[in-house]
């Protein structure tokens, strides 16, 4: 009854460095999704993809990047970590009846 | 002017009120609806959807008006356990376009 796991949850990076956040689903859905939440902002859409092999921009994709290569997996990179990338990262899949199942959110702080 | 609305709070009410959080909507051709449960430090789940005609889960009410394009949650005989933010999610029809109110902070106190 895994659902969407997501690691690692707690992360420090420094300016510059650059790592990747992991996200697995046993769900077999075909829709996946990464999104950051800021206070006062909500969450937004970072990248999704509607299955393996096909990935998009969200709403907030710079300094991202996103691969799909299997239906389970849908790694989220940051390339050179800033602090303005500081925030709490979820993992998303959407299932029947467009209800959303999330991990359980990835806390990233960039010094 | 956001494309979904919420107020903030905190809502701080003691044991067994009632209360009523609304949520605005921009997007007129929005489908579906939804109330997220988000404690802190935790990932949102969802409370309920929201249907056309209203619907109800025990102590839960959701509303949709369409006319005035908001959604509401009414939460009867408040717990403590109902504390948490709760979030407004609009489907404008695609998932790609889900998008998220910035969430209604519930305190229940003793």
């Known amino acids: 009854n895994a659902g969407v796991t997501q690691t690692p949850k707690f992360q420090v990076l420094k300016t510059g460095q650059s790592m990747t956040l992991q996200c697995a689903q046993d769900m077999n859905h075909e829709y996946m999704s990464w999104y950051r939440q800021d206070p006062g902002m909500g969450l937004r859409l970072i990248h999704y993809s509607v299955g393996a092999g096909i990935t998009d921009q969200g709403e907030v994709p710079n300094g991202y990047n996103v691969s799909r290569s299997t239906t389970e997996d849908f790694p989220l990179r940051l390339l050179s970590a800033a602090p303005s990338q500081t925030s709490v990262y979820f993992c998303?899949?959407?299932?029947?009846?467009?209800?959303?199942?999330f991990g359980e959110g990835s806390w990233l702080t960039v010094v | 002017r956001k494309e979904v609305e919420q107020d903030p709070g905190p809502f701080n009410v003691p044991e067994g009120a009632t209360v009523a959080f609304n949520c605005t909507y921009s997007?007129?051709?929005?489908?579906?609806f939804f109330w997220y449960r988000q404690d802190c430090r935790k990932e949102p789940k969802l409370l309920m959807s929201v249907y056309s005609s209203g619907n109800e889960d025990g102590r839960f009410t959701a509303q949709l008006n369409r006319a005035s394009q908001y959604i509401s949650l009414l939460i009867r005989d408040s717990k403590l356990s109902d504390s948490a933010t709760y979030l407004c999610v609009v489907n404008p029809g695609t998932a790609s376009k889900l998008t998220f109110g910035t969430g209604t902070r519930l305190q229940v106190m003793l």
């Open positions: 998303a899949t959407v299932g029947l009846g467009n209800t959303i199942y």
């Open positions: 997007n007129s051709a929005s489908q579906s």
